[in-house]
């Protein structure tokens, strides 16, 4: 079964200006970025799965699942979101995923292939994020994250980010978004 599609009337912010590294960008995810998604979650899952006794194919067959259900969940429920790759020099490297409403500007998603990692690339879209979303009004940015997901929480936490509230294994966490005078 194919995933849903992308929300197709949708127009993105700018890039972010600042970016540390030079040819770095965000471009709206299309259809012909679900085989890069989908490998992208899998990387996501990698660890959880390693000492699961399956064969390769049957991880590769419900990590393919999951995904597609995972998809549909957003693409359905953030109908109105912005669903965006980052890329590097054109190739992707990874997903930003936002949802704005009354209330604020949700962090859907956010993640990074494993060679892009640790290198500062979520802390600059957190920023650009607090940024945008103070230029566009909206009074605050949250998000949920795995409680035991410590690395990610010291960034949010870093970042002004504060837990509100718990539900299951996730924590929610929000802050008031960036004002700027631009």
């Known amino acids: 079964m194919r995933p849903v599609a992308f929300p197709v009337d949708r127009r993105p912010p ?10 770095l960008g965000l471009r709206l995810a299309v259809e012909a970025d679900l085989p890069f998604l989908r490998t992208l979650y899998r990387s996501f899952r990698a660890e959880e799965m390693a000492p699961v006794p399956w064969t390769q194919a049957a991880k590769d067959a419900f990590l393919d699942d999951q995904f597609r259900l995972q998809h549909q969940h957003f693409v359905t429920h953030f109908a109105g979101g912005d669903f965006f790759v980052v890329e ?3 190739a992707p490297i990874g997903r930003l995923y936002l949802h704005r409403d009354d209330t604020g500007v949700l962090i859907v998603d956010i993640g990074f292939l494993p060679t892009a990692r640790g290198q500062g690339l979520g802390q600059t879209l957190l920023e650009w994020t607090l940024r945008h979303a103070g230029q566009v009004g909206a ?6 994250v795995l409680s035991q997901n410590l690395t990610a929480r010291r960034l949010y936490e870093r970042l002004g980010f504060v837990v509100v509230g718990e539900d299951g294994a996730h924590l929610r966490m929000e802050r008031p978004a960036s004002r700027s005078s631009s």
């Open 14 to 23: 700018a890039s972010p200006p600042d970016w540390r590294e030079p040819g």
């Open 88 to 90: 590097r020099e054109t």
């Open 139 to 144: 009074p605050r940015v949250w998000l949920h």
